[in-house]
């Protein structure tokens, strides 16, 4: 029963026991002779039997009854009475509960919360109480409460540990965020679905933090804030508005839940797992192309670089694929348009299906997008509970076997059927379980993996791997990417020294280049600030950039190091891969090549967008910074 219902029941009843107690009285004081004295005898009987005291308890109603007589109605009454007398108590302890409900759900949430993180929420979005409740578990969290709220949410608030402050209309936002002095939060995270709010906030924070003591020197310590914004226009938008500002004495994190997890997925699943042979193809499987299913494409374009050469295949299913593919390609260049075709595919006799698809590079014209290798996108418009699915499915698993699947659908139901259709289409003669992995972002905790007890099936659960704190602010991986690009600076710098001096990268530079890491590893680790104030000065589009690349340190170091598929030595093939890689990371964040001295971040634009061939007879002198990620794993390996 929900408790407001408890509430309504328990008020009825109370209202029920007063009124039988006051009937019951008017016929056991009907001889006291004056008015006002029956009146208040009466009301004085009905409020005692709520603490177990009534004057008229059972015997003498009863007596009442046996020795002035009285009709039926009397005597249903007085039986009534008896029973009313008994469930009054009742009535006091359940307000009584009702009434110590809130403090003791106050003084809960202050023991649980000590030694918590303070997290400070503000925004109304449509992600505001997944935030809350996946944030709840491990943070104490205030949040800024526009909108009028009911008792229900305020109860539901304490019971959590969250804290609120109202914001009425004739208060300003700067003058609450004064009050409760933000210095005391470890994060701020904006949530708004309007991202010129969440730009006002940030002005507002911004001029707070400008007027407080500012940071400096390599310890400085910046107050980490983190935007909530899944839409790729709008957050190029708040980006450039970041990087314009002349005073930053906070650090902005642009936040994509669903790119999070997804990140989160590949680096503790990778797309490799298959690829146990001579072949570095892949072929993804996507079914459901909601936010978190777009992520996954993105991404897994970028982690499925397994060699210069390789195809990446990639099929995209859903039933309103035609309404969602438009805001997708906005993730590219304008210019990948061109190369998107709709095609008919026969499925039954007489019954087509069309589907979008996506070739990198362009059949004609390939220039603007070039990139060695091959990738195809197929994008189909049909419903995974449908027979059409099953048919297309088993038709693009024949033509190129799946070696990783993604199902992100909303229906746990459709979902479960799903995985048991999924088994049987990928079924071989001789298998008991499903060969390749197979991920499913679930909204709650039901393990789906072990009821149906498959190895190579894996989950993604809302509040564990999307709106956790681990899951929002990427430590681990962001902490791998500021140690990855500390050391990449450091390269560059002595590659930068030699080419000056006319030196030749050979021996003599790879021991230089091992001693430097060593001792710049020493000195850095020691101090994480500094690694910190290294990357606050980086541009957002840095960070994300340092980010894709020392997550594909992990396909790098299977190639080289697990598989050895490649020796060090094998120089113009690992930087080819790499190549690849950073080629695929520019076109999916909206690049395109333009013959130019440098890359325009507002064109988006860049000259090395290229095959390695016409790279290395354009921009020969660019060559070398391909390998230096193997420089960073051979000195990681070496430790």
């Known amino acids: 029963m929900k408790r407001n219902k408890y509430k309504d029941y328990l008020w009825y009843t109370a209202i029920a026991v007063f009124v039988i107690c006051v009937l019951e009285g008017i016929f056991y004081y009907h001889s006291v002779e004056s008015p006002f004295l029956k009146v208040m005898l009466n009301i004085q009987n009905a409020i005692k039997a709520y603490k177990i005291d009534p004057d008229i308890d059972q015997a003498d109603a009863l007596e009442y009854v046996k020795t002035a007589g009285g009709g039926v109605f009397t005597i249903i009454l007085t039986y009534v009475y008896c029973i009313a007398v008994i469930i009054?108590?009742?009535?006091?302890?359940?307000?009584?509960?009702?009434?110590?409900?809130?403090?003791?759900?106050?003084?809960?949430?202050?023991?649980?919360?000590?030694g918590k993180k303070r997290i400070l929420l503000i925004g109304e979005g449509a992600y505001k109480k997944q935030f809350i409740s996946g944030l709840a578990k491990e943070c104490r969290?205030?949040?800024?409460?526009?909108?009028?709220?009911?008792?229900?949410?305020?109860?539901?608030?304490m019971n959590k540990g969250v804290n609120y402050r109202q914001k009425y209309d004739d208060m300003s936002i700067e003058d609450i965020l004064k009050a409760i002095d933000i210095t005391k939060y470890a994060d701020i995270i904006l949530c708004d679905d309007n991202a010129m709010e969440n730009i006002e906030y940030l002005k507002v924070i911004g001029s707070i933090c400008n007027s407080l003591q500012k940071p400096s020197g390599d310890n400085a310590s910046y107050k980490q804030i983190y935007l909530s914004c899944s839409d790729n226009s709008m957050s190029q938008l708040i980006k450039q508005y970041y990087d314009r500002l002349e005073e930053k004495n906070f650090d902005l994190n642009i936040i994509d839940v669903n790119r999070m997890a997804v990140n989160k997925m590949f680096?503790?699943?990778?797309?490799?797992?298959?690829?146990?042979?001579?072949?570095?193809?892949?072929?993804?499987?996507?079914?459901?192309?909601?936010?978190?299913?777009?992520?996954?494409?993105?991404?897994?374009?970028?982690?499925?670089?397994?060699?210069?050469?390789?195809?990446?295949?990639?099929?995209?299913?859903?039933?309103?694929?035609?309404?969602?593919?438009?805001?997708?390609?906005?993730?590219?260049s304008v210019d990948a348009l061109d190369g998107l075709k709709l095609v008919a595919e026969d499925v039954f006799i007489g019954e087509k299906a069309e589907y979008y698809e996506l070739n990198f590079p362009f059949e004609e014209n390939n220039d603007r997008f070039g990139i060695d290798g091959h990738i195809k996108i197929r994008f189909w418009e049909t419903d995974a509970t449908t027979l059409q699915f099953n048919k297309i499915f088993k038709k693009c698993n024949a033509?190129?076997?799946?070696?990783?699947?993604?199902?992100?659908?909303?229906?746990?139901?459709?979902?479960?059927?799903?995985?048991?259709?999924?088994?049987?289409?990928?079924?071989?003669?001789?298998?008991?379980?499903?060969?390749?992995?197979?991920?499913?972002?679930?909204?709650?905790?039901?393990?789906?993996?072990?009821?149906?007890?498959?190895?190579?099936?894996?989950?993604?659960?809302?509040?564990?791997?999307?709106?956790?704190?681990?899951?929002?602010?990427?430590?681990?991986?962001?902490d791998e990417a500021k140690m990855f690009n500390h050391r990449y600076n450091v390269l560059y710098d002595v590659i930068n020294e030699y080419k000056k001096q006319g030196k030749v990268l050979n021996d003599e530079f790879m021991l230089k280049i091992e001693d430097v890491l060593?001792?710049?590893?020493?000195?850095?680790e020691s101090s994480q600030a500094k690694l910190n104030a290294a990357w606050h000065k980086m541009s957002i589009f840095d960070r994300e950039s340092s980010i894709a690349q020392s997550l594909h340190q992990d396909i790098k170091k299977?190639?080289?190091?697990?598989?050895?598929?490649?020796?060090?030595?094998?120089?113009?093939?690992?930087?080819?891969?790499?190549?690849?890689?950073?080629?695929?990371?520019?076109?999916?964040?909206?690049?395109?090549?333009?013959k130019a001295d440098r890359k325009d971040l507002y064109a988006r634009t860049h000259p090395c967008i290229s095959k390695w061939e016409v790279l290395k007879v354009e921009k020969p002198d660019t060559l070398e910074y391909d390998f230096t990620p193997y420089y960073i794993l051979r000195h990681t390996q070496n430790k």
């Open 88 to 114: 009054a108590p009742l009535c006091t302890v359940g307000a009584l509960a009702i009434l110590v409900r809130k403090p003791a759900s106050y003084v809960r949430s202050l023991l649980s919360q000590r």
């Open 141 to 157: 969290i205030t949040t800024i409460e526009t909108g009028a709220m009911t008792e229900e949410a305020k109860l539901k608030y």
């Open 267 to 332: 680096k503790e699943h990778p797309v490799y797992q298959v690829n146990t042979g001579d072949d570095y193809d892949v072929h993804l499987g996507i079914i459901g192309f909601g936010e978190f299913g777009q992520s996954t494409l993105i991404q897994g374009i970028n982690m499925a670089v397994l060699s210069a050469e390789s195809d990446i295949c990639i099929d995209v299913f859903d039933k309103d694929m035609k309404s969602i593919i438009g805001s997708f390609m906005k993730n590219f």
């Open 399 to 478: 033509d190129k076997p799946f070696t990783y699947l993604v199902v992100a659908m909303g229906d746990t139901h459709s979902m479960a059927n799903t995985i048991i259709e999924l088994k049987q289409l990928l079924y071989k003669k001789g298998d008991k379980c499903i060969n390749i992995p197979v991920v499913i972002r679930m909204k709650d905790s039901n393990n789906i993996s072990k009821i149906y007890d498959e190895k190579n099936l894996f989950t993604i659960e809302q509040n564990r791997d999307i709106f956790s704190y681990e899951s929002l602010t990427d430590h681990y991986i962001v």
């Open 518 to 524: 060593s001792e710049e590893a020493l000195s850095v």
């Open 558 to 594: 299977w190639l080289v190091c697990d598989k050895k598929a490649y020796t060090f030595s094998d120089k113009e093939e690992l930087e080819r891969i790499e190549h690849r890689r950073w080629n695929i990371f520019m076109i999916t964040h909206g690049f395109k090549y333009e």
